[in-house]
């Protein structure tokens, strides 16, 4: 059987005062407001003095509720670091835990941040824009499938060493190629920490995919290296003997065995999508793009971003 709780009206708050000047005992004063004793005696005691005003019980019981933890505490400050948050590309669940993590002066949670960015866009505001957009959906691909390509001698992803596979350590990396206009990308990710790198290739050859993929990795913790099928990778050999580091493949048309690297395309795809002239691209802003990638907390790193996880430091991004 459930209950329902309702706070004391102001007028129950004066039979109360009345009921006690009257002589009435607190037993047949909460039978007279067809309550419980106990929330008397709850009423009484948070208000102590002499007699009990009704009027001033009022007042204290709107500033307990007004003050409540659950009660949303909006505030200009609050509304400024979400402002900002969302510029930084940030979704509200990850403004709500990062706040959680930094702060102990401001809180909101993830449908607050929703709410408000509802009530924004049905008042003329246009804060919405600034959340991720649903990708295209999926479709199935008919027919027969066949190989992109065969390298001799390459090693299967069922081969990769355990510690790989678990995301126990640094330096094991996945790679792709994200395709462009006047220009493609060569992405990596290490696999524990989600930490993106990314390089500006003219054309898809396998020698410039190459010698990206090596410079990309030069100064990196590198164990293993996860690579779909793409004929841009099939100088693998040249990677593993330049970089000491050991080139796996994935199985063909399965991309969810290099999770993490599609996730992050996915993610730059929100900075540059497929019609995006990558010529108009330099370094310097490719490198900006990539770095406020690696700056934004991470649900499966527990709220902390991956530059935190990689260089194991912490730091302040909300505030």
């Not at 005003?53 to 409540?68: L, V």
């Not at 993106?196 to 003219?202: C, M």
């Not at 164990?223 to 990677?239: M, S, Y």
């Amino acid at each position: 059987m459930s209950t329902t709780y309702r706070q004391l009206t102001l007028a129950q708050r004066y039979q109360i005062q009345s009921d006690l000047a009257a002589g009435f005992s607190v037993t047949e004063t909460a039978t007279r407001l067809a309550c419980h004793r106990s929330t008397v005696y709850r009423e009484l005691k948070r208000c102590p003095g002499s007699g009990y005003q009704a009027n001033k019980a009022q007042q204290a019981s709107q500033h307990r509720r007004r003050n409540a933890a659950k009660h949303s505490k909006f505030s200009l400050d609050l509304w400024r670091c979400i402002r900002q948050a969302l510029k930084r590309s940030f979704s509200p669940a990850m403004i709500s835990h990062r706040l959680h993590l930094e702060s102990s002066r401001l809180s909101v949670s993830t449908a607050t941040v929703y709410r408000w960015l509802r009530w924004d866009w049905q008042h003329g505001g246009s804060w919405y824009c600034y959340l991720q957009r649903a990708m295209r959906p999926y479709r199935r691909t008919y027919g027969q499938r066949s190989w992109r390509s065969r390298y001799d001698d390459h090693r299967s992803i069922h081969e990769r060493p355990v510690s790989a596979q678990e995301r126990g350590r640094l330096g094991d990396w996945e790679g792709d190629t994200m395709y462009g206009k006047q220009g493609h990308l060569v992405t990596l990710v290490d696999r524990k920490s989600r930490f993106v790198l990314a390089k500006k290739i003219a054309l898809r050859t396998k020698k410039l995919t190459t010698e990206a993929v090596v410079e990309m990795l030069k100064d990196q913790p590198r164990h293993t290296l996860t690579l779909d099928n793409g004929v841009e990778f099939a100088d693998h050999k040249l990677i593993e003997d330049r970089t000491a580091t050991e080139v796996y493949f994935a199985d063909p048309y399965a991309s969810w065995q290099r999770g993490s690297n599609e996730n992050a395309n996915g993610r730059l795809r929100r900075f540059i999508p497929r019609s995006t002239d990558l010529a108009k691209y330099s370094s310097q802003k490719l490198r900006r793009i990539v770095e406020r990638l690696n700056h934004q907390p991470r649900k499966c790193l527990g709220w902390r971003s991956s530059y935190e996880v990689y260089y194991g430091v912490s730091v302040a991004l909300m505030m």
